[in-house]
Structures are given as C-alpha cells and as structure tokens.
C-alpha cells in the first residue's frame, strides 16, 4: 500500500512548507477511505474507491480539479505503469465524497507456484479473513503529521483461493488453475488511489 507518493513534491508550487505547516488545521484534514477490490482468476482487479473528506479539504480539491475528467486524467498519468480499464469518478458534493471505480488489469502476479498482489506498504493490519475475502486497515499522518488518513481494504481473491496469507506487504495465495501474467502493479491504498493526488497536489488553506 505505497501511500506517500512523493508527497513534497508538487506542494512546494503551491506553499512553502513553512507556510504549510502555520496555516493547516488538523480538525479540517481528516479522510476516511474505503475500498473493495475483486481479484478474478487471470490476476486483474475490480476496484471501487469511497473517500470522505472534511468539508475544506474537500473544497480544496474541487477547486485544483474542478472536473472530474481532470481528476482521471492525471490519475492515469501519475499511475503510467498500470493499465486502467473503465474508470469512472464521481464527485458527491452533499457529502464530500469521491468515488472512483475502475479495473487494474494485472494486478495480480502469477510467481510460478503461488499468486501475489503487492499492497506497495508494509504497515498494515490484517483485521479479519473469511474465505477467500481479507479486511485489511491502515491509520497514518498526512500533511506533515497535521492531519490523518485511515482506510479500510475489502480484498477479495477468486473462489478457490488457498494457503492465503499477508506477508511483508504482499498477499499471496494458491489457484488450482494455476498461472498467468507477469509484472508489478502496487495496488491498495493511497498509492494506488485517488487519494495520492490530493495528498500531492490540492494546494490547502486555512479553513474557514
């Protein structure tokens, strides 16, 4: 779950980090993110995306995409190494949520013996299994430790998946099928997510 993204990197056109770091609030930079990801038998992954912001982040980020084909757009450009299939997102002003839906083709790497979806993070929680579906939690700081991003990943592995396991940030599991494509695709999480563009460029304020 790579969740950091660089986040320095496109702040400083907007602020200065010393400016940043006077004028942010943690109350008002709060996220709560849920996730569903579908993994069928060929490795590619379903993928919907629930993000709820504060009322200002969610100001803010409106304002640096104001449409939401150019929130696709430099999502799709930020993620160059992944193939993306029927994106779709959709802003919900009433509530201040994103949703994002899409599939990641290859997500899933076929490694000879065993299947394996690298999370990109090590720091996360297996909260619950049930079959072939994990539960998976992350907590952490955003904007220089000024405010908090927690998520919750629903994965779910194709019917028949077995010796299913978490391991040094990879979830790994059998198929009696056997094989298919190879590759890296990082796949939960803000690195992964719609999430990491606003964590890179949504120029924030002070609230108010």
Known sequence: MRRILLVLLLFGLFVSPLALAQEIKIEEYKIDGTMKVTVDDVGNARVTELWKFTPNL????????PTTYMLKRE?????SDVQYSGM???WDDSNNVIK???TMLGAAVYRGSYWELDLGEKDVTLSSTNGNTLVLTAVQPIFNGQGRLMETATVVLPRGAKNIRVENGMIRYELPSGGGRGG???LLLAGASIIGLILLNVPLKRGG
Do not use: D, P
Request: charged residues 25%.
């Open 100 to 102: 994002a839906t899409y």
């Open 184 to 186: 890296t695709v990082y």
């Open 88 to 90: 779709r997102i959709e």
């Open 75 to 79: 999502f799709e450009n930020k993620r």
């Open 58 to 65: 969610y100001l803010q980020m409106k304002q640096a995409y």
